[in-house]
């Protein structure tokens, strides 16, 4: 019985004890719960002396903390979005404060020289933004290089509340240059139309009526002149187009020095007639490449032209050098005469592109000359480039992919016209994924005699603008294994 | 409290130095800029040029008032200190090369209507382009505190002087040849020494910059050559 009793009383005071010790702890659990609460913000759940409370309360402190997880997440996925757009973002709080930057604007904070043009203008836009106005502006930089940036700040809102800025920064170089491509061309296509067409009709105007037969004569022979040159204009453009069209189903073997002999052939009349001398300079071996020969004559031909053209007239002197540069064929035609001025020197190959307008009409020509070149060398696989300082001449260099000797004796190199044949169907597909070409379009629709060596088309990538580098394909030379067998 | 202070202060010298790099982006901006208009004779675009300046010298006193400010009230010492004046030397010497760029721009009304030659047009092309490229190194030698390329600078310099003796040189050519007016060739020789002025301005940053690296100056290897060559002469000046 007092077994019992002692038994129970110690039950009693084990339990009382277990509640002391409970009310502690539940006590120290409630102080932990309410840091943790502190740091996970948001969480407002009043203490509370029973346990299940207690754990209730580290529920919610849980699933707050897994809210701000999410939070996070999804933040860290806005700048990574932020940080995949291909233009700068600078992001700023209602005090001016960056708060995050993309690398794309990394530059924003250190950037020097124009950057620090562009980093400063970024600050004007933003400081407008955070007082609530959205702002662009267009920042055309000289550099180098010249670059236009188009820069715009917005406000950001979040309820009705301006909580910063965010400013975007889009290089749209490329989209003016193309504007700017498209917008003169309009103009000079019509000036050089136009001019020779009024020209005609003034005179045939001055014609009528008119009775002096020595006057009638002068007249009509200044008709036939703007006539000509009218034709000549519309001869050149129908030609380039064409150019543009023809595939490289024409092309055989070429030797570069022939090329050279025949523009200089061509050219050697007005060069003594200018008192300019040409001197070539050529390797022994022949060169050869493949490709249309009256193409690629007349390509010289008009780069030979135009340093006759614009050499000092008597006593200047054109050097042409034929060379081999790590498989390419290197045609460099320099001249000692005006040059061309920097500022020209990226869009002398656009169609009637004219450094000076009103001396073009002296030196003649069509202005359709080099982008006559460029659209032949691009045909071609190759590119062509210009360095030139005013006053000093300039310096064209034509590259062309060069045909190692060992391949013409390669059946299904040149010759073979039955394996170009055969070949033509399996080549067609090779053709298609190289549709930067114009050419190779060509090509495939006509189904026409491709060499084996077109099958290397696809590593050519961008080919048909003159500034890609030329493919090092050898044609010739089946490259690609098991289509000849196909 | 002091602390909050001394970061404020850090925090605005560097953004003295960024002010000075900007002001510096804008004028170098300048100089292709100038020169395109000058040489294709586009009045319009000088006429902003001129007024753009104003714009610059706004930068440049806003910026010297800052420095005075700091000077007065952190009394900066030693590297901070240097710091401070080479960032008012700076300020002066890009504010004077923008100056100078105006001039080109008001020279482009002058010269207006008068065909130059394409030799001395391509002389001050690469005038124009040197005289940028000066004064983009003298900025890179500032905002690395790199002083190896600041002494470089007096050397890279040579270049834009040979240049400017070509061009005067054409100049004289051309007005021999009866191909200007006598005040054209004087407006193009002011044009070509303004871009020497530049160039000039540029090696006075990097001078400027060394003595903000290693707190040297130009007037110290001065002094030294003058002491020497008095010694030359048996002078032993007073050691007081």
């Not at chain 1, 193309?178 to 005179?203: C, K, M, Q, Y």
């Not at chain 1, 020969?293 to 008009?302: D, E, G, H, Y």
């Not at chain 1, 659209?375 to 001449?393: D, F, K, L, P, Y």
Request: glycine letters at 8%.
């Amino acid at each position: 019985m007092t077994a019992l009793f002692v038994a129970l009383l110690a039950a009693a005071a084990g339990a009382f004890v277990i509640l002391v010790v409970g009310i502690r702890q539940r006590r120290l659990v409630n102080q932990h719960l309410d840091r943790i609460a502190n740091r996970v913000s948001g969480v407002v759940a009043p203490a509370s002396k029973s346990p299940v409370a207690a754990v209730e309360r580290l529920e919610m402190v849980l699933e707050a903390s897994d809210a701000e997880r999410q939070l996070r997440g999804t933040e860290r996925r806005y700048e990574a979005a932020l940080e995949a757009i291909d233009m700068g973002v600078v992001v700023v709080d209602e005090s001016e404060n960056v708060v995050f930057s993309n690398t794309s604007a990394s530059w924003y904070r250190e950037g020097r020289h124009s950057e620090a043009v562009i980093a400063q203008k970024i600050d004007e836009l933003i400081h407008s933004a955070v007082r609530g106005e959205r702002v662009e502006q267009s920042v055309a930089l000289y550099g180098p290089p010249r670059r236009v940036l188009f820069v715009s700040a917005i406000p950001i809102l979040t309820g009705g509340e301006l909580v910063g800025a965010i400013a975007l920064i889009h290089d749209v170089t490329e989209v003016e240059q193309s504007n700017a491509v498209r917008r003169d061309f309009v103009a000079n296509i019509s000036h050089e139309l136009r001019t020779p067409i009024g020209a005609v009709s003034l005179l045939a105007e001055t014609l009528i009526g008119e009775h002096d037969p020595e006057v009638i004569d002068s007249l009509a022979n200044r008709l036939l002149v703007e006539a000509g040159r009218l034709t000549s204009t519309v001869k050149d453009l129908l030609e380039l187009s064409q150019i543009e069209h023809s595939g490289d189903s024409e092309f055989s073997m070429v030797a570069v020095q022939g090329v050279v002999g025949g523009a200089h052939d061509r050219v050697r009349a007005a060069a003594s007639q200018r008192g300019v001398v040409i001197n070539v300079e050529a390797p022994e071996g022949d060169l050869q490449v493949r490709g249309d020969r009256r193409q690629l004559t007349s390509a010289v031909f008009n780069l030979l032209d135009n340093a006759v053209k614009f050499s000092n007239p008597g006593g200047g002197s054109v050097s042409v050098g034929i060379r081999e540069v790590h498989g390419q064929v290197e045609v460099e035609v320099a001249d000692g005469g005006i040059g061309i001025p920097r500022q020209d020197l990226d869009r002398i190959f656009e169609r009637f592109y004219r450094v000076d307008r009103g001396r073009s009409r002296m030196t003649g020509g069509t202005g359709l000359g080099l982008s006559m070149v460029r659209t032949i060398v691009a045909n071609h696989r190759g590119r062509v480039s210009v360095e030139s300082t005013e006053g000093e001449g300039a310096k064209f260099t034509m590259e062309l992919p060069l045909v190692p000797e060992a391949s013409e004796d390669d059946p299904p190199g040149e010759d073979g016209e039955d394996t170009a044949q055969t070949s033509a169907a399996p080549a067609a597909p090779g053709n298609i994924t190289a549709p930067a070409t114009p050419g190779n379009i060509t090509a495939t629709a006509s189904a026409a005699p491709v060499a084996p060596g077109e099958d290397t088309a696809p590593a050519a990538p961008g080919v048909g603008t003159a500034q890609a580098p030329a493919a090092p394909a050898a044609p010739g030379k089946s490259t690609v294994p098991g289509e000849d067998k196909a | 409290m002091t602390e909050e202070l001394r970061k404020t202060y850090h925090e605005e010298l560097e953004s003295v130095r960024e002010a000075i790099v900007r002001m510096a982006g804008v004028v170098g901006e300048t100089i292709p800029r100038g020169t395109e208009a000058f040489l294709s004779g586009d009045l319009a675009e000088a006429q902003r040029i001129i007024e753009d300046d104003d714009a610059i010298d706004a930068m440049s006193v806003e910026l010297e008032e800052r420095c005075y400010q700091l000077l007065a009230l952190q009394q900066p010492m030693a590297s901070d200190l240097r710091a401070i004046t080479t960032a008012l030397w700076m300020n002066a010497e890009i504010e004077r090369s923008g100056d100078l760029m105006a001039n080109i721009a008001q020279a482009t009304r002058r010269v207006y209507g008068s065909s130059i030659g394409p030799r001395i047009r391509g002389l001050i092309a690469q005038m124009s382009e040197e005289a940028a490229r000066l004064m983009r190194l003298a900025i890179d030698s500032y905002a690395e505190g790199n002083s190896g390329l600041a002494v470089a600078l007096d050397d890279i310099d040579d270049r834009l002087d040979d240049l400017h003796l070509d061009a005067i040189g054409a100049i004289f050519e051309s007005n021999r040849e009866q191909a200007f007016d006598l005040q054209v060739g004087v407006q193009l020789a002011l044009v070509c020494r303004f871009y020497e002025r530049i160039g000039d301005h540029a090696v006075n940053m990097g001078e400027r910059v060394r003595y903000m690296v290693d707190g040297w100056l130009p007037e110290h290897s001065g002094a030294l050559r003058a002491k020497a060559r008095l010694a030359e002469f048996g002078v032993v000046p007073d050691e007081t």
